[in-house]
């Protein structure tokens, strides 16, 4: 059995603030969900859009992003 793929995704919501979730959505599945709460929105708001993401993908998560140089 294939484990599922876990994408990493860097998006801007509409007050410019940049965030990344973690999702097992492909690119088109997130962008089709992301149209459909747009179409029931008025803004991107970062927060309510990842809660709203996790009613459809329960793996589906805020993460933060360190750079690590070594």
Same mark, same amino acid.
């Given at each position: 059995?294939?484990?599922?793929?876990?994408?990493?995704?860097?998006?801007f919501?509409?007050?410019e603030?940049?965030?990344?979730?973690?999702?097992?959505?492909?690119? !088109? =599945?997130?962008?089709?969900? +992301?149209?459909?709460?747009? #179409?029931?929105?008025? $803004? /991107?708001?970062? !927060? =309510?859009?990842i809660?709203? +993401?996790?009613?459809?993908? #329960?793996?589906?998560e $805020? /993460?933060?992003?360190?750079?690590?140089?070594?």
């Amino acid at each position: 059995m294939k484990k599922p793929t876990k994408i990493v995704y860097r998006f801007f919501d509409d007050n410019e603030e940049k965030h990344y979730v973690i999702s097992s959505f492909s690119h !088109k =599945e997130l962008e089709a969900l +992301l149209e459909k709460y747009k #179409s029931k929105k008025t $803004e /991107v708001v970062a !927060k =309510e859009f990842i809660s709203y +993401l996790k009613r459809s993908d #329960s793996e589906a998560e $805020e /993460v933060t992003v360190i750079d690590f140089y070594f």
